[in-house]
């Protein structure tokens, strides 16, 4: 039997090679740029058993022994320190020549990064020295409206670069910490120590203090409502009269200074005692600021606690590290701007905003006031509001006249990218994204195009790129069935360069679009999964390229000419390419519950078609939900990907697949959890075993699964509510109870357990624990201050109260939620693999 699958990577040996629209395999060397039609060439329908295929189908024949080597794949080996795979470049970034590169690169056999400067016409990186890392840590420079000058802080200082002759000059040497540097509009640098704003002087070095901001009462608006013995003490002691009097002399001399003598410093803006600054920015002409301010007291119960068992001084370290979804208290910031020239304070409200009082969970609170038997009524009331947790959410103009802002409810409902009105201190909305379910986390870049905003939205269901004027209507430039992110503005302001999936759902290319939404372009087609930086000069793109059984290495792309892209660094071992590993294919498995496929990778064996009996399986499931892993780029599960290379060598089918709540596939993929996680999933999860069984012979008797974090939770939701499914599973890392884990995650998708009880019952795996009925394995780091061990823990006496019998409990004393130890990752696949052999 051969099946017509999606082609993700044919060559299984590990010279590097691509897959080009004809199929056809061609040597790194030819990866080159080519045009695109701004049209998606959407999936076939499926239609019964038929794969769905994007542009190029494929018989692709599993892995054979002419393919292999002999070498046998170990799980001491691939669970080791895994330095021995090579160390890919972090943290990439170009030099100011346009014709050099930095990296960082992982210490072998320690922690440590160091620093790397590579030419793009040499073969190989020199180490930037130790007493040259303040010279060359630039990768977050900021450039002077002219482009010759740039600064930046290295370990807490400021540093200014003259681009043309590449001169360094430290502008602070102090054990303070310097952060938010700038050049304002006069050319001056401005930076931030704690909540205190300086200006320097780049001609004469005179720094000056232009705004300190202070989360303390102000003492010229104090309570002066004297008690009655305060007043009998100045009425009746002469000494205690004559102190007031002395004191109100000296504030009023003060007065009189600070107003006639400009030399002394008048920036103190006070915000209340008990509160915190949580956002402050600075305007270009350092006349104004936009500060958002929050209670001080922290939303964490005193039991929101980590043991810690294994510390150096013997003793049990109990350590707060975040509050659980059920305990957070309610969020907002109250909102100000500040006139630095006359002193001024200004609340920006948020009633302008619309929606800003709705009940966005009327129906939530109305079913869950049902089912108490109580009757719920709905009523306008303000919602609570803050600025959004993204990168850079305050953004001036370059003018200093206009600031852009984007802000989000409490409740996760909407975002707004607003604009301050300067001359009447109130907020403008400029765009709405209202989302029944939540806002994504991601999705959230925007800035200012002359006078134009730009901005990502997920409105029409895939994050877009859109441009709107200040008094105008929004206009969208890209449009179609993929996500667009990582977008970057180029100098003269005519296009716009990012990252997509518009080829694949799995495959992430760079493109081009004008300002206008004209000639949307593909500025590479290297296949698999690409991140970018744009040159200095505009000419060249440096590239984070990697395939399916590739890490990612480095490429620089000319944007002048059609020249391939070229292969800059080598970092993987030879001992790593040596090894025989299996190429998966992602394939598109037809759904039962909805019209879009199942995007999985699968694993094939040698004649897993022929065999006599029927093939053994088994389904990995990948972590955070909200991610993506059946892509054609190096996975962050690498070590699971080596684990299925072993279990295909030894004859397993082996499917991972991106079942709905995944990222990549736009916003109903992503929503469809909403208020009900672990359903959805688990039935895509028996559409993917069912297409094991009907297409790769696969003995539905034989399979079993396996999964950390979100993937845990998977597995026991999916043991728990669906036993006939698999024969065994391995749940790591788990989530048994949602209404333990954090805020910021879990509400997105269940709201709060106070509003939506229903969503957390239904949505938790121990209320379920009754459904077990195979062989379970449990392994819990005890360190975890992600996903609490207590998760474990009460999932346990709860299967102990229901008298199961068959599971299992591994530990692990020292490991975080992302095991750290060669020795601890052993032991874990070492149970994992027992648990399949012996049960499958």
């Not at 409206?145 to 200082?157: A, I, R, S």
């Not at 109250?334 to 006359?342: G, K, V």
């Not at 696969?698 to 979100?710: K, L």
Request: proline share 4%; glycine share 6%.
């Amino acid at each position: 039997m051969k099946i017509k699958i999606i082609v993700a990577a044919i060559s299984l040996s590990l010279a590097a090679c691509v897959v080009t629209e004809s199929g056809e395999q061609t040597p790194e060397s030819v990866l080159n740029n080519s045009s695109s039609s701004s049209i998606v060439s959407e999936p076939t329908p499926i239609r019964s058993k038929e794969i769905a295929t994007v542009e190029v189908s494929k018989e692709i024949t599993p892995v054979s022994a002419t393919h292999l080597s002999d070498i046998k794949i170990t799980l001491e080996q691939i669970m080791s320190d895994p330095d021995w795979m090579g160390r890919s470049p972090e943290r990439w970034y170009w030099g100011d020549d346009s014709q050099s590169i930095y990296y960082s690169q992982k210490q072998k056999g320690t922690p440590l990064r160091e620093l790397y400067h590579q030419s793009i016409s040499a073969k190989s990186s020199d180490k930037v020295a130790l007493d040259k890392l303040h010279q060359a840590s630039d990768r977050n420079a900021v450039k002077n409206d002219t482009g010759t000058q740039e600064v930046y802080t290295y370990q807490g200082n400021v540093f200014l670069k003259h681009l043309v002759t590449g001169v360094v000059t430290q502008l602070t040497h102090t054990t303070a910490y310097e952060s938010s540097v700038m050049f304002l509009a006069n050319g001056n640098v401005a930076y931030r120590v704690k909540d205190k704003f300086f200006e320097h002087d780049l001609t004469n070095n005179r720094i000056v203090e232009l705004a300190s901001l202070l989360t303390a009462n102000d003492p010229k608006n104090a309570d002066n409502k004297v008690s009655y013995l305060a007043g009998e003490q100045t009425k009746l002691i002469g000494y205690i009269a004559l102190q007031q009097k002395n004191e109100a002399l000296k504030t009023q001399q003060s007065d009189r200074l600070k107003a006639q003598n400009n030399s002394i410093t008048q920036t103190e803006f006070y915000f209340g005692k008990g509160k915190r600054i949580t956002h402050a920015s600075l305007s270009p002409h350092a006349d104004k600021m936009i500060v958002s301010i929050a209670d001080q007291k922290s939303s964490r119960d005193d039991s929101d606690i980590m043991p810690n068992y294994v510390t150096d001084n013997g003793k049990v370290d109990a350590e707060k590290v975040r509050a659980r979804v059920a305990n957070n208290t309610q969020y907002k910031e109250q909102l100000y701007l500040l006139d630095l020239t006359s002193g001024q304070k200004f609340e920006l409200a948020f009633d302008t905003l619309p929606g800003f009082d709705q009940d966005v969970l009327a129906s939530v609170r109305k079913e869950n006031f049902q089912r108490e038997g109580k009757t719920y009524q709905s009523k306008k009331s303000p919602r609570n509001i803050h600025v959004m947790r993204a990168n850079s959410p305050i953004k001036w103009h370059k003018s200093g006249k206009q600031v852009a802002l984007l802000l989000e409810a409490w409740d996760n409902k909407d975002r707004w990218l607003t604009s301050v009105n300067l001359l009447n201190n109130t907020l403008e909305n400029q765009h709405r994204l209202h989302d029944n379910a939540w806002i994504n986390w991601s999705f959230n870049e925007f800035g200012w195009i002359e006078d134009k905003l730009y901005y990502l939205s997920e409105e029409t269901g895939y994050s877009h790129l859109y441009t709107k004027s200040l008094k105008g209507k929004a206009k969208q430039l890209t449009s179609g069935k993929f996500e667009v992110n990582n977008v970057t503005l180029t100098n003269n302001k005519d296009r716009f360069i990012f990252r997509a999936n518009k080829s694949h759902p799995g495959i992430y290319d760079i493109y081009q679009v004008n300002a206008d939404g004209s000639n949307f372009t593909a500025l590479t087609a290297l296949g698999g999964n690409n991140d970018y930086a744009l040159s200095p000069d505009e000419s060249k793109l440096l590239i984070e390229h990697s395939t399916v059984t590739m890490p990612p290495e480095l490429y620089v792309k000319d944007l002048t000419n059609d020249s391939p892209a070229k292969r800059i660094t080598h970092t993987v071992s030879e001992q790593f390419l040596a090894m025989p590993w299996a190429s998966p294919s992602v394939i598109a498995i037809p759904s039962t519950n909805q019209k879009e496929p199942i995007y999985s990778r699968v694993y094939l064996p040698k004649n897993y078609d022929q065999t006599s009996s029927k093939n053994k399986a088994v389904m990995f499931t990948h972590g955070a939900g909200y991610l993506q892993n059946a892509h054609l780029g190096w996975s962050g599960y690498f070590r699971e990907f080596m684990f299925h290379s072993m279990l295909v060598q030894q004859g397993y089918v082996v499917i991972d697949m991106d079942y709905r709540a995944s990222a990549g596939y736009g916003r109903d993929w992503r929503t469809a959890i909403y208020r009900h996680m672990g359903k959805p999933e688990v039935e895509d999860m028996r559409d993917g075993v069912n297409w094991l069984v009907e297409n790769a012979n696969v003995d539905r008797n034989r399979i079993g699964t396996y999964g950390g974090s979100y993937g845990g939770f998977l597995t026991l939701m999916s043991m728990f509510t669906a036993p006939d499914l698999f024969q065994s599973g391995s749940a790591l890392r788990l989530v048994s109870d949602w209404a333990y884990y954090n805020h910021g995650y879990t509400s997105n998708i269940l709201n709060t357990p106070e509003d939506d009880a229903i969503a957390y019952e239904r949505s938790s795996p121990i209320y379920f624990a009754e459904g077990l009925e195979k062989p379970l394995l449990i392994n819990a780091p005890m360190v975890d201050d992600n996903v609490f061990f207590q998760d474990t823990v009460r999932l346990v006496q709860r299967l102990i109260e229901l008298e199961k019998q068959d599971f299992e409990t591994a530990i692990y004393p020292v490991e975080p939620h992302g095991f750290v130890q060669p020795s601890s990752w052993l032991n874990e696949y070492r149970r994992i693999y027992k648990l399949f052999e012996s049960t499958l």
